[in-house]
C-alpha cells in the first residue's frame, strides 16, 4: 500500500510538470542570455514600424502544437512597461527561408492577437525578463505540424508611437540551433545573433490520428467594399476580435462589433482582421472611397 502511495504521488508530480500529457518538442531556453549589442535581436511592431524577427525549428515527428513560448525584454523593467505590449503577431512558416517575403498569404498559419480579446495569450514579467505565451489549444482548434524543419516568426505589438531607448522591445538571446535569425522590415536582413529564445510545447500525434494542420477558414466577408463610410462583417461564427489599420500601419479600430465605421477617418486603404470563437481569422483590405 505504501508503494501504490508512492506511485500515485509520483504520477500526480508528474502530471503536473509535464502538463497532462504536453512535452517540450523544441526549446532554445537553455542557454537564455541577453542579445550584445541590444539593436540586432529588436523586433517591435508599432505605428511607425515593424520588426518581425524568424528563427528556425525542428520536429522529430509529427506532432500536435499546444504552446509557444517566447523571452524577451521590453527597455527598462518597470510595470508600466509591460502594459504597453497589447499583442503578438505570429507567423508559422514552412521551412526557414527568406526567398519569400514575409506575408499571411505565404504562411502555413498567421496570428495577430491582440491581448484584450485573446484568453490565451499571456504576459508576465519578473525581473528584467518577459514572457508572453500563446496557448493554441485556447484559439479553439487543432495545429498539427509534420516532421519536419519550420520557420517562426513573431514580434510583439507596442502601444507607442515611436521607439525610445527606454521602451524598445528586443528577444534575448537562446541556445543556437540551425540557421541565424533574420529580421523582416519589408525585406530580410540578419541580425547576426544566432538564434532567440523561445519554445514549442505539445505531444506527438500517433500515425492514425487524422486532424486539421492549421488554423479553420473564416467563413466570413466584409460588405460593401468598397465603402462610402461603414463596412459589415457577415459572418455565422462568434467575433472575439476586430482590429483595423490604415495603410501606414497604424490602428485605428479595436472592437468586437460586426458594424465597422470608418466615417471619421479620411479615404484610403485600410486592413482589417476579424479572429472569431474557433480560432479562424479573416485578413481582408478595405477600400474607403
Not at 97 to 118: D, M, Q, V
Not at 138 to 163: Q, R
Amino acid at each position: 500500500m505504501i508503494i501504490k502511495g508512492y506511485l500515485v504521488l509520483l504520477c500526480c508530480c508528474l502530471q503536473v510538470i509535464c502538463g497532462y500529457g504536453q512535452e517540450v518538442l523544441f526549446s532554445t531556453l537553455d542557454a537564455v542570455r541577453k542579445p550584445v549589442p541590444l539593436e540586432p535581436n529588436l523586433s517591435t511592431i508599432t505605428n511607425t514600424r515593424e520588426l518581425i524577427i524568424m528563427d528556425d525549428f525542428k520536429l522529430s515527428k509529427k506532432s500536435q502544437i499546444t504552446q509557444f513560448t517566447f523571452i524577451g525584454q521590453l527597455g527598462k523593467p518597470t510595470p508600466e512597461n509591460i502594459a504597453l505590449i497589447k499583442g503578438v503577431r505570429l507567423y508559422i512558416l514552412r521551412g526557414f527561408t527568406t526567398n519569400h517575403p514575409l506575408s499571411e498569404a505565404t504562411s502555413l498559419s498567421y496570428f495577430e492577437l491582440i491581448r484584450e480579446y485573446t484568453p490565451g495569450l499571456k504576459i508576465t514579467q519578473q525581473g528584467d525578463q518577459i514572457t508572453i505565451g500563446v496557448d493554441i489549444k485556447s484559439l479553439g482548434f487543432d495545429m498539427i505540424l509534420e516532421a519536419g524543419t519550420y520557420g517562426i516568426a513573431f514580434a510583439p505589438i507596442i502601444a507607442t508611437e515611436e521607439m525610445p531607448p527606454d521602451k524598445v522591445w528586443y528577444w534575448y538571446q537562446g541556445t543556437d540551433y540551425g540557421a541565424e535569425a533574420v529580421v523582416w522590415n519589408g525585406s530580410w536582413s540578419a541580425p547576426g545573433s544566432g538564434s532567440v529564445a523561445f519554445s514549442i510545447e505539445g505531444k506527438k500525434v500517433k500515425k492514425t490520428l487524422h486532424t486539421q494542420e492549421i488554423a479553420p477558414a473564416v467563413v466570413a466577408k466584409v460588405c460593401p467594399n468598397p465603402s462610402y463610410d461603414v463596412f459589415k462583417i457577415s459572418t455565422p461564427k462568434e467575433i472575439v476580435s476586430v482590429v483595423v489599420y490604415n495603410g501606414n500601419g497604424q490602428l485605428v479600430l479595436q472592437n468586437k462589433s460586426e458594424t465597422i465605421d470608418l466615417s471619421a477617418f479620411p479615404k484610403g486603404i485600410y486592413w482589417i482582421t476579424v479572429i472569431c470563437n474557433d480560432g479562424g481569422q479573416l485578413r481582408e483590405k478595405l477600400i474607403k472611397t
